[in-house]
């Protein structure tokens, strides 16, 4: 009898070996060779016969975000500089071995800046050096761009009413030493650029009528716009309020300068804001403002605004320019002080979105969000500046192929961006497919869209960046709670948006698909999302697209 056991027994196990032997595991990456992939991207696969598996960037760490059987490419490594591909690789497991599938991609991955902030160049409190220092030493930032404001640079600040103690001294004497603030800034752009590491873009800010409380002609020309060169070129000028004094000439100078090879961009922001200055005793307000209506209908020179105008910056710690703050459908976080807020709808983010969205005028325009920090010594930090700034810093986010100070500025250049409030949420929004923030594309009907995304996570990334901002003690053990898709309301009319579909994931990952039906030429969508660590919320913005056309 025991010897009949022990014989059964060793059938079993040879046919559970034979069964096992016969079923080894198996994956299949379905992508074509040297495609390029976004970070975000769920990658078809096949994987059967698995306990296991995880996928790698060449031989980088184990990565294990999938949606089912396939590949969520979320925080993959770098692709080293000077390389063109790299190897994905998917892995699968089972008792009897391991199978995998390899195949070269170009990967698009995700990097954070702060592409506006101030030093005591202009009107804020720190030096350059110390705010590169530490934006590099706080291993936070793939890239970072210095824009103290054009009027100041090479002028006694306390003209202006800037902060910077002996200003007028220093800058007399280096005028008599022939030493230029603006030379100063192009030599630490050069100084602190680390490609592959830490990336910096040279910038200024211009201002249409900062010194007026309501513009040259009413509240339609005031403004600050951020302008941000391609390279640190040798020659590139800045320009000031008081050698450009509206839209037209900025423009017009700054697409001829593009014309001469110096590629540059521009980023109006803190659209709805306004400051108070003390005259002879009275308070009265200084409009910060953009139109955005007179920006897309009033400009004399469109080419030239359309050459280098990409978009606006919805968030920075100022606030959110979104202009819907009392709308119960999204709870926007972060918004602007009630004594710094300008509520005109011509300013609302929307409208802007509005404008470019009627004509199929073909216009980029991307969100995106920085800091615009004066009164703290390094960009990108969870501290208010005080007064009538008190929120957090933004970040933009930017999908390149490596961190080079071309690429980033390429993205950017291509509205391949998006905004944030301080934390790094990493995300990816396609619409019928495409990824097309900022741009204009023709979709089928229904237009499918499809969202995934990364909650903050404690730690470093696969880049060795720090996930910790700056003065943030809280836990960074963040989840997706809130995904919003926005779309142009064509019933209640200019500026007003409205949501279309609301997903509730309360994941760490997430992953949300919808179907428009009532898709039509001229609309547009923009997706909202936010994350919450139980104690903190923040949230990310994503577009707008713009339709073209409906197949």
Request: charged share 25%; glycine share 6%; with cysteine.
């Amino acid at each position: 009898m025991r010897i009949e056991a022990f014989i059964a027994v060793l059938l079993i196990a040879f046919s559970f070996n034979f069964v096992n032997s016969s079923n080894p595991p198996y994956v299949k990456i379905n992508v074509e060779p040297y495609s390029t992939l976004y970070e975000g991207e769920i990658i078809d696969c096949n994987i059967s016969n698995a306990n296991n598996f995880f996928w790698k960037i060449e031989s980088g760490n184990k990565h294990a975000t999938f949606y089912g059987d396939d590949i969520l490419l979320f925080n993959p490594e770098p692709m080293p500089l000077g390389k063109e591909y790299v190897n994905l690789t998917l892995y699968a497991e089972n008792a009897n071995g391991i199978a995998y599938d390899s195949i070269p991609v170009k990967i698009k991955r995700i990097y954070f800046g702060d592409i506006h902030w101030h030093t005591n160049i202009s009107d804020a409190k720190y030096g350059i050096d110390e705010m590169y220092r530490n934006a590099i030493e706080d291993n936070y930032l793939d890239f970072a761009a210095c824009s103290d404001h054009g009027e100041l640079i090479d002028l006694p600040n306390t003209i202006f009413g800037g902060v910077r103690e002996n200003d007028f001294i220093k800058t007399l004497i280096d005028l008599i030493m022939g030493k230029s603030e603006w030379e100063l800034m192009k030599e630490k752009a050069e100084e602190y650029y680390m490609p592959g590491k830490f990336s910096t873009l040279l910038a200024f800010e211009w201002t249409a009528a900062q010194w007026s409380p309501g513009g040259w002609n009413g509240w339609n020309d005031v403004g600050h716009i951020n302008f941000y060169y391609r390279d640190v070129y040798e020659d590139a000028p800045k320009f000031s309020f008081y050698t450009k004094l509206d839209f037209d000439d900025i423009f017009e100078v700054m697409a001829e300068e593009w014309e001469r090879g110096h590629l540059n961009i521009a980023f109006p922001h803190h659209p709805q804001a306004k400051i108070y200055f003390n005259i002879l005793g009275k308070k009265l307000p200084c409009s910060f403002t953009i139109n955005w209506s007179y920006m897309a209908n009033e400009i004399k020179n469109k080419e030239a605004r359309n050459k280098v105008l990409r978009g606006g910056e919805v968030y920075s710690k100022w606030g959110c320019s979104i202009g819907q703050h009392y709308t119960p459908d999204v709870p926007w976080l972060y918004g602007y002080e009630e004594e710094s807020f300008y509520n005109l709808t011509d300013a609302w983010m929307e409208n802007a979105f509005w404008e470019w969205s009627e004509n199929r005028r073909q216009c980029k325009f991307v969100m995106i969000a920085s800091s615009d920090t004066h009164a703290v010594n390094r960009p990108a930090s969870s501290l208010g500046d005080g007064n009538n700034m008190n929120n957090p810093s933004g970040l933009v986010a930017v999908y390149a192929t490596h961190n080079t100070r071309h690429e980033i500025w390429d993205a950017l250049n291509e509205c391949n961006a998006y905004a944030l409030q301080l934390h790094k949420l990493r995300a990816l929004a396609k619409f019928d497919g495409k990824i097309a923030y900022g741009r204009w594309i023709n979709c089928s009907k229904p237009l499918k869209i499809e969202i995934t995304a990364l909650a903050t996570f404690d730690g470093i990334d696969s880049s060795n960046k720090s996930m910790r901002p700056h003065g943030y003690l809280e836990s960074l053990n963040f989840k997706i709670t809130d995904i919003w898709i926005v779309k142009k309301d064509k019933q209640k009319g200019r500026p007003w948006c409205k949501v279309i579909a609301h997903f509730t994931p309360n994941d760490e990952v997430a992953v949300a698909s919808y179907e428009d039906n009532d898709v039509v030429p001229n609309d547009f969508y923009w997706v909202a999302i936010k994350q919450s660590n139980g104690i903190d919320e923040y949230m990310a913005f994503l577009g707008p697209v713009f339709i073209y056309d409906v197949e």
